[in-house]
């Protein structure tokens, strides 16, 4: 990046929190408050996510010839930033970073004029269809199969953990079009334009929080068009690996998140007794664990800029999405471990009403308490979705330990 | 440790499990959960009738003449079967607060009614800014010309939103986390100035804050002579810390039961998960943490569970390594149960829930390791 590449972030910074300022409503940003995983509130948040786009600024990762603002990395950084310390909802990942970005790489023209402009947007909302019951950590055994009769593909099988399925307008999937052979042969990437078809069925799985967040998708003879497939037929791992390593490493700033999560933890701990008559941000022991976080937080910061700045599909972008999925996600964990332990016992109130948009129930007692425990519970899953941390590991000791 | 005969004890253990096989699954748990009560009344005079809620109570008392050791075998059966009947709030807490009492006569009103399961007592001592310290109490008892007045307000009271009474610490003298200048008083439900605001908690079970306004008590309705509640509160929680090691422990367990069945069934690359050498190892780490928090939970229950309390420096490191094992082993039942233990349709998610729960209540690990260095350091 040179010099003349980075505007006055000053300036720029000011424009982001005047924008937010003017442009979001109370129900953004109360959706942005009662977020408790990596997916915000389903319709407020895309509802933030047109008007940023409204401004040019819905996906600040993309290319100008796209539609993206053409930011330098630092410019991207700081736009994050700024829209985390003013708890603005995160969008949603799995079209701006996850199909989004694949489809440039792999689509053809048509497929990127028919599904690009309604990712940027907003006016599409795309599911992923990846794991299934019996394909998790081993995602290249998936048996969901796609055949061709005539001029469709016919879809049999199922999908699992598909994250807002039930929200959803467009899924993308990974189905098996040829048996036989290494299992990562012969599976296609598809693009579903169109959820609501024959024989797809959308269940809702009810989470630890007690709400629902990922779906069970069942398809029984669903008839897609043949242009449904991204790349080539039978060479849809290649896609799914590209995917994977923007899911895992570059979706998001994790560390204005994870800065944002320390800042409500401070908060309370200065209003929190120890005990004993004074406060718990006084106590050595919680400003070690809180320091800790901190460093563990600028890893994280330093690693996803370095990471931003790589060519992804290059050999060293693989394992160092795997390594920044591990770090990132295993010290989230932590800071929403050391957040309910510093909120206490209250974080034990279960407070599924007071957490809808919208709602008339007030939170018990401060409303900065009211998402730690959800967080917590939500957050186990960080490690488990998009490749478990045991997966990853393994991933890096390929290239790590290669002969 | 305990006062039952072995055959005594043998005999509750195998009517608890008894029980639990014939009406307490998973899903008649959770049936319970949903209910408007939150726990079956039925199931409680059933306890009553098996003599379980008498368990830790003199005969004189109508109780069975066991310990709060005695009642530990029960816990960790109710820990491996997510018992949500509210046996550590009213038998634990209220029974040890009361049984301990100075106070004859208030006590013998109250200990027959508790063992038969007439009258559901609770115990509200936790405050927004205690931290797991009893001995920290805003809540004021002033003196009138009648008794009493108390006013403060109370949070997380177990089982509270089920309570008939609420037996609520009080501050009549001293600075503000003294032991001494503390009073505990009897209080019905119904009395006026006591509101209850209750809630289910994140592991299915019933709690409430609960404010005291113009309370107006009479010195009748105080179980320790004046200024002296601080070691009878102290006893009641140390008596809870020990029950809910021994729930911990049933949920530990059972957790770690399921994750080696479900890694030994579960296949990936062709094989049961349970073959990859990362997670053998993970497993083995879930198993020690788990019997050495169980040998230390053994170790202190013979050396101090027939006394009128645990020393402090031993309830403190019970209690922190019991938190921590919750911690981990409830962690890693997740990570290795994968998606499938996200859901709130598998048990394993509960019993998680439940062990973060009992990992944060009575203070957690870093409040007891700071409590083992001042109960140690002779502070």
Request: charged share 20%; proline share 5%.
């Amino acid at each position: 990046m040179t010099e003349k590449d980075t505007p006055d972030l000053t300036d720029f910074r000011r424009d982001v929190r005047d924008f937010i300022d003017r442009v979001a409503d109370d129900e953004i940003r109360e959706a942005g408050r009662k977020t408790t995983s990596f997916f915000p509130p389903f319709e407020p948040t895309m509802r933030w996510h047109r008007l940023l786009h409204a401004q040019g600024w819905s996906a600040p990762a993309w290319p100008l010839e796209y539609g993206g603002p053409g930011w330098p990395v630092a410019q991207q950084k700081a736009f994050e930033e700024e829209c985390r310390a003013a708890q603005m909802p995160p969008l949603l990942p799995q079209a701006l970073s996850m199909v989004g970005p694949a489809i440039m790489r792999f689509g053809t023209d048509a497929q990127k004029a028919a599904h690009l402009p309604g990712i940027l947007s907003g006016e599409n909302f795309w599911t992923q269809g990846y794991s299934e019951p019996n394909a998790g950590s081993d995602l290249a055994s998936l048996s969901c199969r796609a055949e061709r009769r005539g001029d469709q593909y016919v879809i049999n099988g199922s999908k699992t953990w598909t994250t807002y399925a039930h929200h959803a307008d467009r899924m993308f999937l990974l189905v098996r079009t040829q048996p036989g052979g290494k299992p990562q042969q012969g599976i296609s990437f598809f693009l579903l334009d169109d959820l609501d078809r024959p024989g797809l069925t959308i269940r809702p799985i009810i989470g630890l929080d007690g709400l629902p967040e990922q779906c069970d998708v069942f398809f029984d003879d669903v008839e897609v068009p043949l242009d449904s497939c991204l790349g080539e037929e039978n060479d849809g791992w290649s896609v799914a690996k590209y995917l994977l390593e923007h899911e895992r490493g570059g979706s998001s700033s994790f560390a204005a998140h994870f800065r944002q999560e320390l800042a409500f933890i401070r908060r309370i701990a200065a209003e929190t007794g120890d005990g004993f008559g004074g406060a718990l941000g006084d106590d050595p022991v919680f400003q070690q664990r809180f320091s800790q976080l901190a460093l563990e937080v600028a890893m994280v910061d330093a690693t996803e800029v370095k990471f931003a700045a790589l060519d992804k599909g290059s050999p060293e972008s693989g394992p160092m999405s795997s390594m920044i999925k591990i770090t990132a996600m295993e010290t989230l964990q932590r800071i929403n471990e050391l957040a309910i332990d510093t909120v206490g016992t209250p974080a034990l109130t279960l407070q599924i009403d007071a957490l809808m948009v919208g709602s008339e129930t007030p939170p018990m007692g401060s409303p900065d308490t009211l998402t730690a425990m959800p967080k917590y519970l939500n957050n186990r899953a960080a490690t488990i979705f998009g490749g478990s941390s045991e997966i990853q590991r393994n991933i890096i000791a390929k290239t790590l330990l290669a002969p | 440790m305990s006062s039952l005969s072995a055959e005594m004890r043998a005999m509750l253990d195998d009517s608890v499990d008894k029980f639990l096989r014939d009406h307490y699954s998973f899903d008649a748990g959770r049936r319970l959960v949903e209910s408007t009560a939150g726990y079956s009344p039925a199931h409680w005079q059933q306890f009553a009738e098996l003599g379980w809620l008498g368990i830790p109570f003199a005969e004189a008392d109508d109780g069975l003449g066991g310990t709060v050791a005695d009642t530990l075998g029960l816990m960790r059966r109710f820990g491996r079967a997510l018992v949500v009947e509210p046996y550590l709030g009213v038998v634990g807490l209220a029974g040890q607060a009361i049984a301990h009492s100075s106070h004859a006569q208030l006590k013998a009103s109250l200990l027959p009614g508790l063992i038969a399961g007439e009258i559901l007592p609770v115990l509200a001592w936790e405050e927004m800014q205690s931290r797991g310290n009893p001995a920290y109490v805003e809540t004021r008892a002033q003196a009138t010309a009648e008794g009493w007045r108390i006013d403060g307000e109370k949070i997380t009271v177990l089982n509270a939103p089920q309570a008939t009474h609420v037996i609520v610490s009080a501050r009549s003298a001293g600075e503000i986390a003294d032991n001494a200048g503390m009073e505990l008083f009897v209080v019905a439900m119904d009395t006026p100035g006591v509101t209850v605001e209750g809630f289910e908690t994140v592991d299915g079970h019933r709690a409430a804050r609960v404010r005291f306004e113009a309370v107006a008590v009479t010195t009748a309705q105080r179980l320790n002579a004046e200024g002296a509640g601080g070691a009878l509160l102290q006893r009641a929680i140390d008596a809870g810390c020990l029950m809910i090691a021994a729930e911990a422990l049933g949920a530990m367990e059972t957790l770690l039961d399921k994750t080696i069945a479900y890694t030994q069934t579960r296949k990936q690359f062709g094989m049961p998960i349970a073959g990859f050498q990362v997670l053998q190892h993970r497993m083995v780490d879930m198993y020690i943490a788990l019997t050495n928090a169980e040998n230390l939970f053994e170790q202190t229950v013979a050396e101090h569970g027939d006394k009128a309390t645990v020393p402090a420096p031993a309830a403190a490191l019970l209690k922190a390594g019991i938190s921590q094992s919750a911690r981990y082993i409830g962690q890693q039942a997740i990570q290795l149960h994968g998606g499938i233990g996200m859901t709130d349709e598998l048990d394993v998610g509960h019993y998680f829930k439940r062990l973060t729960a009992l990992s944060l209540l009575f203070g957690g690990a870093d409040t007891h390791l700071k409590r083992y260095w001042r109960a140690s350091s002779g502070r």
